[in-house]
């Protein structure tokens, strides 16, 4: 539900428009993993059999197979409810701004707004865990930190102040130079607010049952006392948490723009324009649960390591966090760093008797943190840890993009007619960004699939383990010559030697496609105004260059962007690797 009313009021040079804009959202999301049983089998062959034992006897009481596991994830909740997350929240907006014209040529406007986002707390109140709320943590700086999983951030008021221009530079219209600078707001993906009453410890557990449960459809039909009891919320232990900084605030950033448009002979115009964003608040995650890194790899990659590193099972999990008896505590923070730019260059030529163009070019950097969409971002490629992040290529940096197209319209007939238009499109740029990374978790911060790659001198810098298997065997020798060739087959890994791989450091070869489009319209005039009634059929070919050739408009994937991965760290500390 939303509300908006606007004022606009005229005084000779200035026009000030005034508003007051109301929204009430609200959103029911159900995420109940493994509510349904999970069943992990040794083999195709023993899944097979148990499905079948159970088709013959949907009574069995054992499984005629021994599972590798078995999981149910139960709600926690009165009388078993679904764990639905219920969020509401009520946005209240007020803005104001004068388009003020100074003179023939020159327009300003100035203007600010302001924004009050509030949730509503009734539904989170429920799911406060006080296991939770009585333990401390630590922030990314070291400080002691407190959770509550019953609490949404408090109401803020933000404010965007801005300020824009339009200046005709000869009176004509030919010269335009507009620009503007301000603060804007975006809003959060509701669904990182709302996992809090999903992720609480209090809602839903996950029991493991024993290695001879029957298959079942539904869990409610397996043998009776064959699962252990539902457990209390303050028995559990393992979860993870999903949390909020009481202190979060909606995204803002900080954007300024310049440019000129030139109108050309024959009828073209030319745009040069310029970008910049800043980031005022972004989003970011950190895992308050998670202990600092306490000593560093030997050299020559010297990265720092978490206690955990080197460590397995509970050992690992008691050097891992501050509050072994939970697993990680995932709080939505803001962060300042980041920023992005693009130059674009664009020649445009509007319709003129049916003929019409675009082509452009536009070059683009970002750095931010992470792009947080969901709390996976605890992967985000890195050499330093998730907790102390540091301003990388962005998973939005663009870096060369060429887009156009080019189209003919042609109109006929009178009372009965019709149009037909061609249409050829094009879009051009920079393949997909890759980060290096060794599989596996090298530093012990409990991610796997996210530690960068060190690129040494010479391969002969890391220790390889024998890597073998049916029918082959690659000794460590054979394996640093291959993984040397690895690197000098890569201009860009070839240029870090010595250094980590950057997070969206590579990026793959460019991808240029062709759409080409015909449409036809047709029509009849009616009634004493003539007017038009009509049809359009459409005809179009997506990447209408591999059409003619299998060799254009084909797109690049990496085999692999992870060349190494962690065999095992010494007592010593160094970490062995098999390619």
């Known amino acids: 539900f939303n509300f908006t009313d606007n004022l606009t009021y005229f005084a000779g040079k200035h026009t000030v428009t005034a508003g007051v804009a109301y929204e009430y959202f609200k959103s029911d999301n159900l995420f109940f993993a493994v509510s349904n049983g999970l069943y992990a089998y040794n083999s195709i062959a023993d899944f097979k059999a148990a ?283 803001n962060t300042s760093k980041g920023y992005a730019y693009t130059i674009t260059a664009k020649l445009e030529r509007p319709v003129t008797n049916g003929l019409g163009g675009m082509l452009a070019y536009t070059y683009g950097y970002a750095k931010d943190l992470q792009l947080v969409g969901s709390t996976v971002v605890a992967n985000t490629p890195t050499a330093v840890g998730q907790n102390y992040l540091t301003p990388s290529y962005s998973d939005n940096d663009l870096r060369h993009r060429i887009v156009g197209f080019l189209n003919y319209r042609l109109e006929y007939g009178g009372q009965y007619g019709g149009a037909t238009s061609v249409t050829l499109g094009m879009t051009a740029n920079s393949g997909t960004k890759l980060s290096y990374i060794v599989s596996g978790d090298l530093n012990g911060d409990g991610q796997t699939n996210n530690d960068l790659l060190y690129v040494p001198n010479t391969a002969s810098e890391l220790a390889f383990a024998t890597s073998s298997g049916t029918g082959y065997s690659f000794t460590p020798a054979q394996q640093q010559a291959a993984f040397d060739a690895f690197i000098d087959g890569d201009k860009y890994l070839s240029s870090r030697r010595g250094q980590y791989a950057e997070r969206n450091g590579q990026y793959l070869p460019w991808l240029t496609r062709f759409d080409f489009a015909i449409a036809q319209d047709i029509y009849v005039k009616v009634g004493a105004k003539g007017m038009k009634n009509s049809f359009q059929v459409r005809f179009d070919i997506l990447n209408v260059g591999n059409l003619l050739s299998d060799k254009w408009g084909v797109g690049y994937q990496a085999p692999t962007a992870s060349p190494l991965s962690l065999a095992s760290v010494s007592a010593a500390g160094v970490p062995t690797y098999r390619m």
């Open 51 to 333: 499905v079948n034992s159970y088709l013959a006897n949907p009574n069995a009481t054992t499984s005629p197979v021994t599972l590798a596991r078995y999981q149910l994830r139960l709600s926690l909740l009165p009388g078993g409810a679904k764990p639905w997350q219920y969020l509401k929240s009520n946005t209240f907006s007020f803005y104001a701004q004068d388009e003020f014209q100074i003179n023939e040529k020159f327009k300003l406007t100035g203007g600010i707004r302001g924004d009050v986002f509030a949730y509503d707390n009734s539904t989170a109140a429920d799911f406060e865990n006080p296991v939770v709320a009585g333990l401390t943590f630590k922030d990314e700086y070291g400080a002691d930190y407190k959770v509550s999983t019953g609490q949404f951030p408090s109401s803020k008021l933000l404010l965007s102040p801005r300020l824009g221009f339009n200046y005709d530079v000869l009176g004509d219209q030919k010269i335009q130079v507009r620009g503007g600078t301000g603060i804007f707001v975006s809003r959060i993906p509701q669904v990182l607010v709302s996992n809090q009453l999903s992720n609480n410890g209090v809602s839903t557990a996950v029991i493991t049952g024993p290695t001879n449960t029957p298959f079942r459809v539904n869990p409610a039909d397996l043998p009776a006392g064959i699962l252990p009891a539902s457990p209390s919320p303050t028995s559990l232990t393992g979860y993870t948490i999903n949390a909020e900084d009481p202190d979060l605030k909606y995204p803002m950033i900080w954007k300024t723009n310049l440019a000129v448009d030139h109108k050309l002979p024959y009828g073209f115009v030319g745009t040069i324009e310029g970008i910049y964003n800043k980031n005022v608040q972004a989003l970011r995650y950190i895992d308050a649960n998670l202990r600092g890194q306490n000593r560093v790899f030997p050299a020559p990659d010297s990265r720092e390591r978490f206690p955990a590193s080197g460590l397995t099972g509970t050992a690992a999990t008691n050097a891992r966090f501050y509050n072994p008896q939970i697993s990680n505590v995932f709080v939505l923070k």
